[in-house]
T-cell receptor, first 109, second 112 residues
Framework: DAKTTQPTSMDCAEGRAANLPCNHS???????VYWYRQIHSQGPQYIIH???NNETNEMASLIITEDRKSSTLILPHATLRDTAVYYCIDKNTGNQFYFGTGTSLTVIP | SQTIHQWPATLVQPVGSPLSLECTVE??????LYWYRQAAGRGLQLLFY??????ISSEVPQNLSASRPQDRQFILSSKKLLLSDSGFYLCAWSVKGPSGAFFGQGTRLTVV
């Protein structure tokens, strides 16, 4: 079962940064945090993952708090195509990815 | 580069009929493979995962089964479909260790 909590929905103005929070207060030392997004009627798309250091790639930045109990996914300049459901997952070295209900992000023109 | 193929994209089947959905991965070896289901308006439910040929772990009891006859082939099956089997079925793969999982485009199954 998913062990993360996220807000159900968020809005963001086009061109502004979208900051999506995730609480993973029960995360253990060897568990990574993963972020995915799912655009309607498509398969989920991997965005980024991290253990304890902040991470950045071409899609987004991931900020993990020092105690690792929460993280924030940052889309620096949101576009209309970023409208999707965003999932935060914590996963140990095992094989299972458990998805919660995610955050439905709407980018507003 | 790695690619994942999943077919068909849509499927309408009568209740009681059998099901076979196939997923293949290219460009990697010995991947972890996954089957997920997403009911309308709901989140993704992990159904099965496999760490190697013939090794299948089931996450929930259900009317479905999975098989992995080859390293990069993962098959989802049912002998007799139920109405409740309708949903969006997604196959995914990952390498061993702390990496993300990559999803296919899914099969939308409607049981009538």
């Amino acid at each position: 079962d998913a062990k993360t909590t996220q807000p159900t929905s968020m809005d963001c103005a086009e061109g502004r940064a979208a900051n999506l929070p995730c609480n993973h207060s029960t995360i253990s030392g060897n568990e990574y945090v993963y972020w995915y997004r799912q655009i309607h009627s498509q398969g989920p798309q991997y965005i980024i993952h991290g253990l304890k250091n902040n991470e950045t790639n071409e899609m987004a930045s991931l900020i993990i708090t020092e105690d690792r109990k929460s993280s924030t996914l940052i889309l620096p300049h949101a576009t209309l195509r970023d409208t999707a459901v965003y999932y935060c997952i914590d996963k140990n070295t095992g094989n299972q990815f458990y998805f919660g209900t995610g955050t439905s992000l709407t980018v507003i023109p | 580069s790695q690619t994942i193929h999943q077919w068909p994209a849509t499927l309408v089947q009568p209740v009681g009929s059998p099901l076979s959905l196939e997923c293949t991965v290219e460009g990697t070896s010995n991947p972890n493979l996954y089957w997920y289901r997403q009911a309308a308006g709901r989140g993704l439910q992990l159904l099965f995962y496999s760490v190697g040929i013939g090794q299948i772990s089931s996450e929930v009891p259900q009317n479905l089964s999975a098989s992995r006859p080859q390293d990069r082939q993962f098959i989802l099956s049912s002998k007799k479909l139920l109405l409740s089997d309708s949903g969006f079925y997604l196959c995914a793969w990952s390498v061993k260790g702390p990496s993300g999982a990559f999803f296919g485009q899914g099969t939308r199954l409607t049981v009538v």
